[in-house]
């Protein structure tokens, strides 16, 4: 989304975008393991659930 409407602020800040897209990849890869682990289907659901609103929410935000 900031790629497309804010190429500015990503090239500006090129560190920081760095460390954003390494810890979302840490944190993607470390959330998927404790999902895994999870025994609980319904849980399971319910946090996958609140992590694709989360990601809604961010584009929404991103565009408005």
Not at 32 to 59: N, P, T
């Amino acid at each position: 989304v900031y790629l497309f409407f804010r190429p500015d602020g990503i090239t500006e800040n090129w560190e920081l975008t760095v460390a954003l897209v390494v810890s979302a990849l840490i944190g993607v890869k470390t959330g998927k393991q404790w999902l895994q682990s999870m025994k609980s289907e319904s849980i399971r659901k319910g946090i996958m659930i609140g992590i694709i609103a989360s990601g809604f929410f961010y584009l929404f935000e991103a565009v408005a």
